[in-house]
């Protein structure tokens, strides 16, 4: 044993090229995509002379996207780059509402703004030892690709909503901020306590941090994360049947985590991916379970 080697640092199984341009072609590909969300949305805003009201929440919503990146930024919890990609998605995601009127209760800014605290919280709870072994974030804050991994998918769904005023729809946006909240929570608190983990696949005992690693103290603060998210986000008033809504969102945001483990078992453990597509791939993956279990939960309703 050499006297420089730690056995407990853990590195990454992807090259750290592949890993780059993976990330890269994740934020190429996905910020001209929002950027259009945008100036859409605020075309749209400029142009209903009928509604002036929807003119003045417009710089509303801008100067609460603007505040959410500085915030960011400011706490160091994102790079600039990170947090202007934060403050785009905010715009989206708080000008999607469940009703025709401005309400900011009624977007998608609540559940935002408890995914930013939370995983906030978690990514500084025990760093200390977070660092020792490797698994700590950059003390300078999150980079674009992982702000864009985590809530890149929530934002598409919120747009398709404004469009299509279906429920399920922004069911779909809840689903991926809840997946993104209980991903991250989970990664976090179960590296910091340490404990028992095990590989997904297999039900090995691994070292916490493992990619595919789950834990019972990490996964337990993910689900509680993922509930709150969802309750922030819900809207009680469409929902015919409120807890039916939350069971089809809960179980769409638990799968995704779990399929987030799967994914690090197996395509990131083998070198295949890297991090920020296996979280990008989960949210998408939850927002589309969405629809069948949505479905299925109304069909209970009906019968």
């Known amino acids: 044993m050499t006297g420089d080697a730690n056995p407990e640092v853990w590195t990454k199984s ?4 592949r890993n780059r341009l993976q990330s890269r072609v ?18 749209t805003a400029l142009n209903v002379a009928t509604q002036p009201g929807h003119r003045h929440f417009l710089i509303v919503e801008l100067g609460i996207s603007f505040t959410f990146a500085m915030l960011a930024w400011r706490l160091k919890a994102a790079t600039p780059a990170a947090a202007a990609c934060g403050g785009v998605i905010c715009f989206i995601l708080t000008s999607a509402r469940w009703q025709p009127q401005p ?23 025990g760093r ?22 985590n809530l890149g998918i929530a934002p598409i769904c ?8 279906t429920e399920v729809v922004f069911a779909a ?11 991250t929570v989970s990664s976090e608190i179960g590296q910091a306590i340490g404990g028992p983990a095990f590989l997904i696949t297999s039900f090995r005992p691994v070292p916490s941090g493992t990619d595919g690693a789950v834990s019972f103290a990490g996964t337990m603060a993910g689900l509680l994360a993922a509930a709150a998210v969802i309750y ?11 807890y039916l809504a939350f069971g089809a969102i809960f179980a769409a945001s638990t ?15 083998s070198g295949w991916i890297g991090n920020d597509l296996v979280n990008f791939t989960s949210t998408a993956f939850a927002a589309a379970m969405t629809f069948p279990l949505s479905a299925l939960a109304m069909s209970f309703f009906h019968v």
């Open 128 to 149: 200390t030892r977070k660092e020792a072994r490797g698994l700590s974030e950059a003390r300078t804050g999150r980079r674009a690709s992982q702000v864009i991994a």
């Open 158 to 165: 919120a747009y398709l909503h404004r469009n299509v005023l």
């Open 26 to 43: 994740l934020v190429w590909s996905m910020v001209p995509i929002l950027c259009v969300l945008c100036i859409s949305i605020i075309a």
């Open 255 to 269: 799968l995704g985590m779990f399929f987030d483990s799967l994914l690090g078992a197996t395509l990131e453990r």
């Open 173 to 183: 946006c809840i689903a991926a901020l809840a997946e993104a909240t209980a991903d």
């Open 103 to 125: 309400s900011l209760l009624g977007s998608g800014l609540p559940p935002l703004i408890l995914l930013f605290v939370l995983t906030f919280a978690a990514t500084r709870f």
């Open 232 to 242: 922030a986000g819900l809207p009680h008033p469409l929902w015919s049947v409120t």
């Open 14 to 17: 992807i090259p750290p090229a």
